[in-house]
Nanobody, 123 residues
Framework: VQLVESGGALVQAGDSLSLSCTAS????????MAWFRQAPGKEREFVAG????????YYADSVKGRFTISRDNAKNTVYLQMNSLKPEDTAVYYC?????????????????WGQGTQVTVSS
């Protein structure tokens, strides 16, 4: 199984950014996906999750209303659209796959992880 994130960049506060994660080696339509992030000196935290069909999504309170998770099962890809970015959104963003159609919010519930992509938001 391989998850490859892309789209990380250095942006200014208020900007938008879109992350992508393409999966291989698994049946993408059978897995729930999520984005987590880890800032320097902090624990990894849940950002957003999506069930197998894309009908159910979940967000951390800190990003609700600003970030949108979506997926395209035909392309084996999950996306994270990030709007109104803040300096506190600065982190390495990881996508993760859970071998269940139901999303979870704890990182211990996800079996496969990408290598991460850096998002830096300057003030």
């Amino acid at each position: 199984v391989q998850l490859v994130e892309s789209g990380g960049a250095l942006v200014q506060a208020g900007d938008s950014l879109s992350l992508s994660c393409t999966a291989s080696g698994l049946t993408f339509a059978d897995v729930a996906m999520a984005w987590f992030r880890q800032a320097p000196g902090k624990e990894r935290e849940f950002v957003a999750g999506i069930n197998w069909s894309g009908r159910n999504t979940y967000y951390a309170d800190s990003v609700k209303g600003r970030f949108t998770i979506s997926r395209d099962n035909a392309k084996n890809t999950v996306y994270l659209q990030m709007n109104s970015l803040k300096p506190e959104d600065t982190a390495v963003y990881y996508c993760a796959a859970r071998y269940s159609r139901i999303v979870a919010t704890e990182d211990r519930d996800f079996e496969s992880w990408g290598q991460g992509t850096q998002v830096t938001v300057s003030s």
